[in-house]
T-cell receptor, first 117, second 110 residues
Framework: GAGVSQSPSNKVTEKGKDVELRCDPI?????LYWYRQSLGQGLEFLIY????????KSGLPSDRFSAERTGGSVSTLTIQRTQQEDSAVYLC???????????????FGPGTRLTVT | GIQVEQSPPDLILQEGANSTLRCNFS?????LQWFHQNPWGQLINLFY???GTKQNGRLSATTVATERYSLLYISSSQTTDSGVYFC????????????FGKGTRLSVIA
């Protein structure tokens, strides 16, 4: 079946503008994660949605970052008033959630490369 | 939080050679995945291996959870194996985000 998809694949924006990044998880996956990959910080967690539970926002670097997940499927990551340090590849992953206490494998999308000029 | 260390950071191999990549982690985990990031940036799942041993073609992996390390073996390497290999772990409670190591950059030369 189809994997995780993300759009756009590339986004160039001016400093101070808002951007929205989209993630379509694998159908039936209840868990959805956002990560980002930058040269200085490696791969780091941002936010996590599991079913109808409140999201885990512990990885968001500032209050300029927010995310929604509508209908338990598609997610949008919004960055307000973008800064140059926000330039990175933003990756989305999804999984089936939990089997008892054991988590399922996570699958990643191709990412959105964000460049803030 | 949990720490993940990968070694070596860089590795250059002649085509046909074998290699072992190591991942050490600082706490109990209930999830461990190995990924290959290709030149286009896509993370490709290699193994989901919180414990035990698995094999897939020329690749195999072993995780010794009690000693907090995992090994990825690549045999008869090919130029298409080049890229960055990441180990990522989830801590030992429920469904948690992955914590990634910094990766091993592998270059296989013909």
């Amino acid at each position: 079946g189809a994997g995780v998809s993300q759009s756009p694949s590339n986004k160039v924006t001016e400093k101070g503008k808002d951007v929205e990044l989209r993630c379509d998880p694998i159908s039936g996956h209840t868990a959805l994660y956002w990560y980002r990959q930058s040269l200085g910080q490696g791969l780091e967690f941002l936010i996590y949605f599991q079913g109808n539970s409140a999201p885990d926002k512990s990885g968001l670097p500032s209050d300029r970052f927010s995310a929604e997940r509508t209908g338990g499927s598609v997610s949008t990551l919004t960055i307000q008033r973008t800064q140059q340090e926000d330039s990175a590849v933003y990756l989305c992953a999804s999984s089936l959630g939990l089997l008892g206490a054991r988590p399922y494998e996570q699958y990643f999308g191709p990412g959105t490369r964000l460049t803030v000029t | 939080g949990i720490q993940v260390e990968q070694s070596p950071p860089d590795l250059i191999l002649q085509e046909g050679a074998n290699s072992t990549l190591r991942c050490n982690f600082s706490d109990s985990v209930n999830n461990l995945q190995w990924f290959h990031q290709n030149p286009w940036g896509q993370l490709i799942n290699l193994f989901y291996i919180p414990s035990g041993t698995k094999q897939n073609g020329r690749l195999s992996a072993t995780t010794v959870a009690t000693e907090r390390y995992s090994l990825l073996y690549i045999s008869s390497s090919q130029t298409t194996d080049s890229g960055v290999y990441f180990c990522a772990v989830g801590r030992n409670s429920g469904n948690t985000p992955l914590v990634f190591g910094k990766g091993t950059r592998l270059s296989v030369i013909a």
